[in-house]
């Protein structure tokens, strides 16, 4: 029996490679998170194709798109949006914002201020947002990517802990390698022609109706032995007694490891999760989970050392 996830994984790939040179293991997280229902934190500087990766995945998806610029001067309405009233009638009508879309992109959202970044928290959480005190369903498909630059920090605001623990994972895009020759095939196929702000140009093949849904319904049947859920309940445990470690990673962090374990799983064709698929995905879901101590941090210690070291402390289940 063909697994869904899989085929919708193979058919993204192809798809994906039309407009995005190299970035495997990073697309491959966003469709994931789509696939999860959950939201995905982009770290990475400009000009790496990040907004362009969401585009194309929703157009394959065939999902909606809309992208939010964050400023320090962006209020929650400009978000959810707001009721208006009509003249003509006297009545007060929903003009809905940008959040109500299936893949909605915020740019650089520590540079939103904390009362806006904190009217996502319902959206992303309750797949709703609440307007004059009525609240209105999002999408079923509904998913947050933010973006936010590593290296300039004035005029923004950092996420508190309590968002940063919404997102399913934190994708890092990094320069090209040089050893690979993408930079090179990108510099080819803009010269050939290829202009990202022309997307529609591009023959993107969408999945087939009803694909996606499957796709969710495959990572739901993904079967896990008692002890993968030991290993992971350890996993996130050990975070919080790690002597680098000041905070550690919640429930909800174990939570979202075998979630996403499991789609590692149906995207590679099989219906049962093993401790690699846990190791693999550990440090996209707990890097920003965790908060290093002052003087780890100055010792240059990442969260991603950290979670490296912790998953190779830990005993895997046999």
């Known amino acids: 029996m063909s697994n869904a996830l899989a085929d919708v994984t193979t ?35 400009p000009g790496l194709a990040k907004t ?23 209020m929650p309405a400009d978000i959810t949006g707001s009721s208006v009233l009509r003249m003509a009638t006297g009545e007060f009508t929903l003009h809905k914002g940008p959040v109500f879309t299936d893949l909605l992109l ?31 369903a999002l999408p079923p ?22 968002q940063l623990d919404r997102f ?6 990094t320069y090209p390698d040089p050893a690979s020759g993408h930079e090179e095939a990108i510099l080819e196929r803009h010269h050939r022609g290829f202009d990202a702000r022309e997307l529609e140009k591009v023959a993107i093949e969408p999945i087939p109706t009803g694909q996606l849904a499957a796709a969710r319904e495959a990572v739901r049947a993904v079967r896990v032995e008692p002890a993968l859920f030991s290993y992971i309940a350890t996993l996130a445990r050990r975070t919080r007694d790690w002597p680098a470690v000041s905070l550690g ?17 149906a995207s590679d064709g099989r219906d049962y ?26 010792e ?7 979670v490296n070291d912790i998953v190779a402390a830990v005993e895997v289940p046999k």
């Open 52 to 74: 362009l990766a969401v585009r194309t995945l929703g157009r394959l998806l065939g999902l909606d798109f809309h992208r939010v610029q964050s400023t320090p001067d962006l």
């Open 273 to 298: 999760a093993l401790p690699d698929d846990v190791k693999a995905v550990a440090v996209p879901v707990l890097r920003h989970r965790i908060v290093l101590r002052p003087e780890a941090d100055l």
């Open 11 to 45: 058919h993204a790939r192809r798809e994906l490679a039309k407009t995005i040179v190299g970035q495997e293991a990073a697309l491959d997280q966003l469709l994931l998170t789509v696939v999860c229902g959950g939201h995905a934190l982009i770290e990475g500087v």
């Open 106 to 136: 915020v740019d650089e959202i520590n540079r939103m201020p904390p009362r806006t970044q904190s009217s996502l928290l319902e959206a992303m959480e309750e797949r709703q947002v609440t307007i004059d005190g009525t609240s209105h």
């Open 249 to 265: 990673a919640s429930p909800r962090a174990g939570i979202a490891l075998l979630l996403l374990a499991k789609a590692l799983a």
């Open 168 to 173: 399913l994972v934190k994708i890092r895009v």
């Open 300 to 306: 240059g210690v990442t969260t991603d050392h950290v």
């Open 141 to 162: 498909w509904f998913t947050t990517f933010a973006t936010q630059n590593p290296v300039e920090f004035e005029g923004t605001y950092p996420l508190p802990e309590a």
